[in-house]
C-alpha cells in the first residue's frame, strides 16, 4: 500500500490491516495447534535468469533550416521528416543514438508446504525479486525490487476448497489477482464446481495494486484507492464429452461511490464424436453494454494425420470505468481463419493457417481515403524428427493491413548428443513496413542455445545477435542492431523426492 492510500483513509486502512492480521493470526494458530500427524513436508522450485539487452534509445538532434527543403508542405532534410518552428532557425528530429546495454536479473521462488497433520492443509507461496547487474534506469520495473505474485493458506478436500491470501483468476475475462480469499463446491452429480471469491483487486494482469508505483504513468488518471473485486463462477460436466462455464465478476471503488468494472463471460465446449469438437465464448462488458471477445472453433480430424480447424470471432477490447479509455468507444473487429495441419511422416508435421480481420467503422474523420478496413494474416510452419539425435523446425508468417505489414521467418535446429544435453542455432528475419513509413531494411539474426540437465539441475543459455540492414540510413527508421544473451538456472528443493525442473 503506497504513502497516499494510507493519507487517503486512514481509518479504513487501519481497518483492513486489521483484518489481515487477524485471519494470518488464526491461520498461524490454526498450524501451530495441530497435532504433528505426519512428518511435514515442503517442496519448493527455484529459477535464476540473467540477461544481457542492447537497446539504441532516440535522442534529440538539429539542423539548420537552410539545409532542409520544402516538399508538399513539409520539411524535408534528406529522406527524414523534420519539425520546424515558425521563424526558428533550426528543424529538430529523433535519430538512433549510441547503443546502451543492462543486465537485469530475476529470482523466482515456488514453495509450497503441507503435513500439518490436518488432511488437505497447505500453504503455498510464489515470489519474485529483482536486480540489475548494470544500468537500471531503461530496464522496466528494474527499481522495483520484489513482488508477491501469488500467497496463500488452502484446505482441500473432494468436495470443497478454501484459501486465504492472495490469489488470481484466469478465466475468458482475462487475469485478475486479488488479496482475499476464495471458497470452492463440488457436487458430483452433472459434476458441478461452484466458486465464490473476493477481496482487495489488483491490476489487472499485474500483480501489483492499482495504486502501486508501478502504475505511476497515469498520473491524474490513476485510482487513488484500491478497488474491492468479488466474483462468481460455475462450470459443469453434465455429458462426459461436453463442458460449460459461466463467470460473473466486479470491481467497486473502495468507498463505494462508483464501479470501476463489471463483466460476465461464458465458455462451452462438445466433442459429439472423437473427430469433431465444437468450442464458443464470449463475454459482455455490463458496464458499457458492450460485447467484448466472441467466438466459435470447430475441430475435425477425419484421420490420425488429418487436422482442419474453423473459427469466426469478434474482439472489442476492454478497459475500466476508471480510465479515460473507455470514453473513446474501442473499435472491435470481426473474422474468419482456417488451421490445416498435415502429419504425413511419423516424424513429419505441417501446419498452414490464414486468417482475415474486418475493423468497423471509426467514426473519426481524416484528411485522406482510406483504402481498406482489412487484416490478412498467413502462416505456415514445419517440424521435422530426423532421428534421436536431431531436429529440425522452420516457420513463416505474414501480415499485411492499411499502412502496415510484417514479413517473418525462422528456422530452428536442436542436436541431443545424449538424453541430457540440447545444443541447438537458429536463424530468423523480419522485415517491417510500418504506420505509412516504408522500411526497406531488413532485420536478420542468427543465435544458438543450450540446455544440460545436471544433478542440480536444469542449466540453459542462449545468445542472439541482431543486424539491422539499413538501406537507406536517412529515412529517419530506429536501428534495430544489438546483442541479447540470456542464462539461466532452474532447480528443484525440499524435503520430497524430486524431479527434473
Same mark, same amino acid.
Given at each position: ?230 466474483? !462468481?463462477? /460455475? *462450470?459443469? %460436466? @453434465? &455429458?462426459?464429452?461436453? #463442458?460449460? +462455464? ?7 471503488? =473502495? ?10 463471460? !461464458?465458455? /462451452? *465446449?462438445? %466433442? @459429439? &464424436?472423437?473427430?469433431? #469438437?465444437? +468450442? ?7 458496464? =458499457? ?213
Amino acid at each position: 500500500m503506497t504513502p497516499r492510500s494510507w493519507a487517503a483513509n486512514p481509518a479504513r486502512t487501519a481497518r483492513r490491516c486489521t483484518l489481515i492480521a487477524v485471519s494470518c493470526g488464526v491461520a498461524l494458530t490454526t498450524l501451530w495447534t495441530v497435532p504433528p500427524a505426519r512428518a511435514q513436508q515442503w517442496r519448493g522450485r527455484a529459477s535464476t535468469r540473467v540477461q544481457y539487452v542492447e537497446l539504441r534509445p532516440f535522442r534529440l538532434d538539429s539542423v539548420p533550416i537552410g539545409n532542409t527543403v520544402l516538399t508538399a508542405g513539409q520539411r524535408m532534410f534528406g529522406n527524414r521528416l523534420v519539425t520546424c518552428a515558425p521563424a526558428a532557425a533550426f528543424c529538430f528530429f529523433y535519430a538512433s543514438d549510441e547503443a546502451v546495454s543492462t543486465a537485469p536479473l530475476v529470482q523466482d521462488l515456488d514453495l509450497t508446504v503441507w503435513g500439518f497433520g490436518v488432511e488437505g492443509l497447505r500453504a503455498y507461496v510464489s515470489t519474485r525479486f529483482r536486480a540489475s547487474l548494470a544500468d537500471e534506469e531503461f530496464w522496466p520495473r528494474s527499481d522495483d525490487h520484489f513482488d508477491l505474485i501469488r500467497g496463500f493458506v488452502e484446505l482441500k478436500r473432494s468436495r470443497y476448497r478454501f484459501r486465504l491470501g492472495r490469489d488470481f483468476q484466469v478465466s475468458g475475462l482475462g487475469f485478475y489477482g486479488y488479496d482475499g480469499g476464495s471458497a470452492q463446491v463440488r457436487f458430483r452429480p452433472g459434476r458441478i464446481e461452484l466458486e465464490a471469491y473476493g477481496g482487495w483487486g489488483l491490476a489487472r494482469g499485474l500483480a501489483e495494486p492499482v495504486t502501486s508505483d508501478a502504475l505511476a504513468a497515469l498520473e491524474e488518471f490513476q485510482p487513488r484507492r484500491r478497488n474491492y473485486l468479488f466474483g !462468481f463462477r /460455475a *462450470s459443469a %460436466r @453434465p &455429458i462426459s464429452n461436453g #463442458s460449460i +462455464e459461466a463467470i460473473y465478476q466486479k470491481e467497486i471503488q =473502495t468507498n463505494r461511490s462508483g464501479i470501476a468494472s463489471e463483466r460476465v463471460a !461464458f465458455e /462451452a *465446449s462438445y %466433442r @459429439p &464424436i472423437r473427430e469433431l #469438437s465444437l +468450442e464458443g465464448h464470449a463475454d459482455y462488458d455490463l458496464g =458499457t453494454g458492450w460485447w467484448g471477445k466472441a467466438g466459435t472453433s470447430i475441430g475435425w480430424s477425419p484421420i490420425t494425420k488429418l487436422f482442419l480447424e474453423g473459427r469466426v470471432f469478434r474482439y472489442r477490447p476492454v478497459f475500466d470505468l476508471q480510465t479515460i479509455w473507455a470514453a473513446f468507444s474501442p473499435t472491435p473487429y470481426t473474422g474468419y481463419g482456417l488451421t490445416v495441419g498435415v502429419r504425413p511422416r511419423p516424424d513429419l508435421s505441417i501446419r498452414v493457417e490464414g486468417e482475415r480481420r474486418d475493423y468497423a467503422d471509426t467514426e473519426a474523420e481524416v484528411p485522406f481515403q482510406v483504402t481498406t478496413d482489412r487484416t490478412w494474416r498467413a502462416g505456415a510452419s514445419a517440424s521435422w524428427r530426423a532421428n534421436r539425435h536431431l531436429d529440425v523446425q522452420g516457420a513463416y508468417h505474414l501480415d499485411f493491413t492499411f499502412g502496415s505489414a510484417l514479413s517473418a521467418g525462422e528456422a530452428r535446429v536442436n542436436t541431443h548428443p545424449f538424453d541430457k544435453l540440447t545444443v541447438g542455432a537458429r536463424f530468423s528475419a523480419f522485415q517491417q513496413l510500418g504506420e505509412f513509413r516504408v522500411g526497406e531494411g531488413r532485420v536478420w539474426s542468427l543465435g544458438g542455445n543450450l540446455r544440460y540437465e545436471t544433478p542440480l539441475g536444469t542449466l540453459w543459455g542462449a545468445v542472439d545477435r541482431y543486424r539491422h540492414d539499413r538501406r537507406d540510413e536517412a529515412s529517419g527508421l530506429p536501428d534495430w542492431t544489438q546483442v541479447r544473451a540470456s542464462f539461466g538456472l532452474a532447480f528443484y528443493i525440499g524435503s520430497e523426492p524430486g524431479r527434473r525442473p
